[in-house]
């Protein structure tokens, strides 16, 4: 590509008015640009021969290329995750300045990610383990075959205890009732119902 340049004559009446035999116009001349372009034949040909193609990338030297490929192939699963960052743990713009602290911020979320991953394959596990098929964890009790950490915070989310105080002195605790659900939830992931009392 070409970068010219072209002058451009425009005539404007020296006074106002309207223009007869005697008017004397002013000439300005204006510099503009222009672009000039021509098809690169050779480096078409050379894109031509990698049309379709779709390199996959890896550090791993110990990887065959099917390996490369099967592991490619995970990409969904891992971006599927990183999605839930924005959708279940609503991550949002921060303006932060400290690279540490964006760090720090992003480190919280990957802990995050990973005890949310953590309880999904326990459960799912335990379920295999234990002839569950399904849990009725959506709403209106539908059923789920492959629960997710969303579906199970969200069936102890209700889950409350009271203290009750008069003064500085403390009465009475009301202790929260577990359901069946929830109570066969802790069972699957190994969580005595114990830890919701006192």
Known sequence: MTVGETTLKEFTQEHPGRPGPET????????RLTLAWEVDEAKIAYDRKSDGMYPLLTNDRT?????????????????????????VFEIAPVLLKNE??????????FVALLAQALI??????AMKREGVDELPLYPE???????????VLRVF????RYNIYRG????????????????????LLGVPPAKYRS
């Open 24 to 31: 004397l116009y002013r000439r300005k001349d204006r510099r």
């Open 120 to 125: 999904e394959r326990e459960l799912r596990k």
């Open 100 to 109: 540490g602290r964006i760090e720090a911020l992003f480190f919280l979320y």
């Open 157 to 160: 989310a209700a889950v409350e």
């Open 141 to 151: 009790e539908r059923r789920s075959r492959r629960p997710t950490t969303e579906q």
């Open 63 to 87: 990887l065959t290329p099917a390996q490369v490929l099967d592991a490619h192939k995970r990409q969904p699963t891992i971006e599927k995750r990183f999605e839930q960052t924005k959708t």
């Open 168 to 187: 500085d002195n403390l009465l009475q605790v009301c202790e929260p009732e577990l359901t069946a659900l929830q109570k066969q939830v802790l069972g």
